[in-house]
């Protein structure tokens, strides 16, 4: 069964860090691309960030530059680091998979997704 669990969500104030990481089972994930998504309350969920299978990485304008997505194969874990966090980084937060897939903004990997992880930053 595949499965992805999302983790390391949490309240922290604005200009601080988190880690959310993203565990992936019943599939081969060297063989997927991995987006993050977040839901912000009353707003469409949105891409963030992305990392092919071969390991390339796209973000998004809102995270550019304060998120890196990094994936661990051996650990079948993908991470996002995020540094410098906005209160308008608030929702839940998501990952997906999609098998080969390419990050390079034109779309999102949407095959299997986890139930999310809820990300707070007060000001």
């Known amino acids: 069964e595949v499965q992805l669990v999302e983790s390391g969500g949490g309240l922290v104030q604005a200009g601080g860090s988190l880690r959310l990481s993203c565990a992936a089972s019943g599939f081969t994930l060297n063989d997927y691309g991995i987006g993050w998504f977040r839901q912000a309350p009353g707003k469409e969920r949105e891409g963030v960030s992305c990392?092919?299978?071969?390991?390339?990485?796209y973000n998004s304008d809102s995270v550019k530059g304060r998120f890196t997505i990094s994936r661990d194969n051996a650990k079948s874990t993908i991470y996002l680091q995020m540094d410098r966090l906005k209160p308008e980084d608030t929702g839940i937060y998501y990952c997906a998979a999609e098998s080969y897939y390419i990050c390079n903004g034109y779309g999102w990997p949407n095959d299997y997704w986890g139930q999310g992880t809820q990300v707070t930053v007060f000001a």
């Open positions: 990392i092919s299978s071969s390991g390339s990485t």
